[in-house]
């Protein structure tokens, strides 16, 4: 081959590699990333979208994580995440969902409080413990499926712990601590 084949052979060759880098450029431009919404996006930076894929821990004990909560904090989760639904105050009036007032140790749909809970509520039965209400509000849907709560769940231990604090909180004599 002369030095003039080699030339061409080599200039297509380099051609090539460009057009790849330009497609692929121009690909990553008409094709925009996945959007991952996270449910606290703004209040800090999340783990990189990868990080998902690895299996989540399981939580902590509710009972662990109260030593520490602080129900001031939870009052403010409460605030942007379930007053859309919920009242919280004593003899406060049912929303979408039912009012909340000193509903630790409180019977799940208590009949009292004139709510139409879902059939699923009803049948779950018991008292809303410490635990079940951790569970609940890990994952309604999980914890009572047929549940008509359609919230998606609050997955960080520390602010689940809060807001389990500001609850107990709502009553005339908050229930002891698990
Ligand atoms: C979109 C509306 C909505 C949001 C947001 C919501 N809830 Fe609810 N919640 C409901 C409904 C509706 C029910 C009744 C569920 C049923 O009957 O199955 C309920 C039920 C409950 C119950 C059981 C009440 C009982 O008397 O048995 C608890 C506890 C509760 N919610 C806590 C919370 C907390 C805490 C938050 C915020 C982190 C929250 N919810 C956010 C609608 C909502």
Redesign the pocket.
């Known amino acids: 081959m002369n030095s003039f084949e080699f030339n061409k052979i080599a200039g297509a060759f380099l051609m090539s590699l460009l057009i790849i880098t330009v497609i692929g450029h121009i690909g990553n431009f008409i094709i925009p990333k996945p959007v991952v919404q996270h449910e606290d996006a703004g209040h800090e930076v999340n783990a990189a979208p990868a990080a998902a894929a690895v299996p989540e821990a399981p939580p902590k004990p509710i009972a662990e994580l109260l030593k520490t909560a602080s129900a001031e904090e939870g009052a403010k ?2 605030k942007t ?2 007053t ?3 009242n919280s105050e004593k003899g406060g009036a049912n929303k ?3 009012n ?1 007032w000193n ?1 630790v140790g ?5 009949p009292h ?1 004139n ?1 139409n ?2 059939d ?2 009803k049948a779950k039965g018991g008292t ?1 413990t410490y635990d079940d ?1 951790s569970a ?2 890990l994952n ?1 849907k999980g914890f ?1 499926p ?6 998606v769940g ?1 997955k960080k231990d520390e602010e689940r712990a809060n ?1 389990i604090a500001f ?1 107990r909180a709502q009553s005339d004599s908050p229930k002891p601590l698990p």
Request: proline share 5%; net charge positive; hydrophobic share 55%.
């Open positions: 989760v409460f995440k379930c859309s639904c919920h979408v969902g039912p909340l509903i409180d019977t799940k749909g208590d409080l709510f809970f879902s699923a509520m809303w209400l609940f509000l309604p009572i047929g549940t008509r709560m359609t919230f609050l807001v609850l």
